[in-house]
C-alpha cells in the first residue's frame, strides 16, 4: 500500500481535482507530452498506439461504408477560405495563416489546414461533371491546426489529428442519409470499441458547425459528469457547392449544384476514454484498443520461472494477443502499480509456486479481481477474459451515464443539475437568447436534441413559453 502511494503521489486526487487528475495522468502514463510551441502536444509511443488501434477500427468502418481515403495538402488559399462567409466568420479566431516563405512575403496569406471544406470543394467542382461521378465519397487521416487560447491534451490541442470525411451527392436525401449513416457508424464503433456510450442528436443552430446547415453529434461523458464533442457529422446543404460551384449534368439533362457532407473524429477519442475509464489507480483501457493487452510479470529470477514467462509471451503473441514480458530490474509491486496506471486490461503473474502448482495468477484492470489459470488454459481464458472485459467495461459506463441523466421542469432545477456534475434533460424553446442565458448563468451549453422527441412537459424549462424540443444540457470539457 505504501508503495502505491509513492507511485501515484504526483497525481491529483480523482476524487477531488478530476481535471488535474487526467492532466497528470496523461503525462505520468507517458501517453503525451508538451510540444515546445505553446498549445501543441507531442503524441508519445504508449499514446499513439492506441491512436493506430483506433485508425484501424474506424477505418475498416469508413471503408465498408464505400468510402475512399485520400490526402489532400495542409495549406489552403486564404481566399478559399473567404469564399462562404459563414465558415470563415466561424473560423477566423482559429486559423494560423502563413504571411512569409522563402525569405520573401508572400502575395496572398497561406491557411494552415483548420479543416478541409474548402479544398475539397474546390477539388470536386474540378472533378464532377456528371451524375455519373456522384456520390463521391472521400475520407483523409490527416492533422488540422487551430489556435486555441485554453488547451488541455489530447482534448483540445493547437495541432491534433483527425479523420475527416467529406462527400458530394446527386440529391438532398442521399446527403441526408450521409449524414445520418456516418453518425451512427461513429456510435457503433464508440460503443464497441471504446467501450463509450454516447448521446446522440442534433446540435442547436447556436453550436453547429460553422456553414453547415445541420450538425449532428456523439457525445460522451465524463466521470465527474460532464459532456465531451466526440464526434460530429454536418449536412451541409448546397452552401459549399454553390461557393465553390461544383455543379452536374444531372440524367435529365440540366446542370444541378451537389449537396455535400462533412465529418469526423480526432485524438479527442483518446481523451474521452481516459475521462470515461479511470479510476484511483490510473486508467482502464478497454482491450480493443489498449497498446498492451496483457502483461506477464515474473515474481521471480529463477530458470524455470523466466522460461514459463517467456513460453506465456509467445503462445500469447502467437494468438495475435498484444503483450509485454516486464523483466525489469524493479521490485513486483512497482510493476503492478505502473501497469494498472497505464490500464493494461490483464495482468499475469507467475512465480515458483505457480510452477508447482501448474498455474499462474491473472488480474483484470478493470475489476481488479485475481484468479488462478491452469497452464493449459491460459490461451483460451485470456481471449474469453478480453470480451469480457470490453463488454463490462462498456455496461459499467452506460450505467454512469444513466445515472447522470436528471429530468428537469424548471430553471432551477436545470442550475442545480449541471452544477452538481448531471446532465439535465429539459423541454426549450429553442431560442438562441434562451441558449445564452443558461451558458451565462450556469456555463452549461446545450449538448444534443436527441432523435426521441417525445414531450415530457409543454413549457420551455428556461423562458417558461411553449416548448418545442427536448434537449440535454450541461458542462463540458
Not at 481515403?69 to 477566423?92: S, T
Not at 472533378?127 to 482534448?155: C, G, H, M, Y
Not at 509491486?333 to 496506471?341: C, P, T, V
Not at 441523466?405 to 442550475?415: A, G, N, P
Amino acid at each position: 500500500m505504501d508503495e502505491n502511494k509513492s507511485f501515484v503521489k504526483e497525481i491529483a486526487d480523482i476524487k477531488t481535482n478530476f481535471p488535474q487528475w487526467y492532466t497528470d495522468i496523461v503525462l505520468k502514463t507517458e501517453m503525451v507530452d508538451y510540444g515546445p510551441v505553446k498549445g501543441t502536444m507531442i503524441i508519445r509511443p504508449y499514446g499513439y498506439e492506441i491512436w493506430e488501434n483506433i485508425q484501424f477500427e474506424l477505418n475498416k468502418r469508413i471503408k465498408n461504408t464505400g468510402h475512399k481515403n485520400a490526402y489532400f495538402p495542409l495549406f489552403i488559399p486564404y481566399n478559399f477560405i473567404a469564399k462562404e462567409a459563414e465558415h470563415v466568420e466561424g473560423f477566423a479566431p482559429e486559423v494560423a495563416m502563413v504571411t512569409h516563405a522563402g525569405g520573401e512575403k508572400l502575395a496572398e496569406p497561406i491557411v494552415v489546414r483548420p479543416t478541409s471544406e474548402t479544398l475539397f470543394g474546390t477539388m470536386y467542382s474540378k472533378w464532377i461533371k456528371s451524375w455519373r461521378d456522384l456520390p463521391l465519397l472521400l475520407n483523409q487521416w490527416a492533422n488540422v491546426v487551430r489556435w486555441e487560447k485554453t488547451t488541455r491534451p489530447f482534448l483540445r490541442t493547437t495541432e491534433f489529428l483527425w479523420q475527416e470525411g467529406h462527400t458530394a451527392h446527386a440529391t438532398k436525401q442521399e446527403a441526408e442519409e450521409e449524414t445520418i449513416k456516418m453518425l451512427h457508424v461513429y456510435e457503433e464503433f464508440m460503443k464497441n470499441v471504446l467501450a463509450l456510450p454516447v448521446l446522440v442528436g442534433k446540435k442547436s443552430e447556436k453550436e453547429k458547425f460553422a456553414g453547415a446547415e445541420t450538425t449532428y453529434s456523439v457525445e460522451s461523458i465524463t466521470l465527474d459528469g460532464k459532456c465531451l464533442q466526440s464526434g460530429t457529422s454536418h449536412y451541409l446543404g448546397q452552401k459549399f457547392a454553390k461557393a465553390f460551384d461544383i455543379k452536374f449534368l444531372d440524367k435529365d439533362g440540366e446542370h444541378k449544384f451537389v449537396y455535400t457532407t462533412s465529418w469526423g473524429v480526432s485524438t479527442r477519442l483518446i481523451g474521452a476514454m481516459i475521462m470515461a475509464h479511470g479510476d484511483v489507480r490510473g486508467i482502464a483501457l478497454p482491450p480493443k484498443v489498449a497498446p498492451i493487452q496483457v502483461v506477464i510479470i515474473p515474481i521471480s529470477k529463477k530458470d524455470e520461472v523466466k522460461e514459463k514467462a517467456e513460453n506465456i509471451f509467445n503462445s500469447l503473441k502467437d494468438k495475435n494477443i498484444r503483450c509485454e514480458l516486464d523483466e525489469r530490474n524493479q521490485s513486483p509491486g512497482w510493476k503492478f502499480n505502473e501497469w494498472e496506471m497505464k490500464g493494461v486490461p490483464l495482468r499475469i503473474e507467475i512465480g515458483p509456486r505457480d510452477i508447482e502448482k501448474n498455474c499462474v495468477q491473472i488480474q483484470r484492470r478493470d475489476t481488479l479481481t485475481k484468479e488462478e489459470v491452469k497452464f493449459e488454459n491460459i490461451d483460451e481464458y485470456v481471449l474469453n477474459k478480453l470480451d469480457e472485459i470490453q463488454v463490462a467495461m462498456y455496461e459499467k459506463a452506460l450505467k454512469h451515464l444513466q445515472s447522470r441523466i436528471k429530468e428537469v421542469h424548471s430553471f432551477d432545477e436545470l442550475k442545480e443539475a449541471v452544477n452538481n456534475g448531471f446532465i439535465a434533460k429539459s423541454m426549450w424553446c429553442g431560442s438562441r437568447e434562451s441558449e445564452e442565458k443558461v451558458k451565462e448563468l450556469t456555463t452549461a451549453t446545450s449538448r444534443v436534441m436527441p432523435f426521441d422527441q417525445t414531450p415530457f412537459d409543454d413549457k420551455c424549462v428556461v423562458t417558461g413559453e411553449k416548448a418545442k424540443f427536448v434537449v440535454y444540457f450541461a458542462k463540458a470539457y
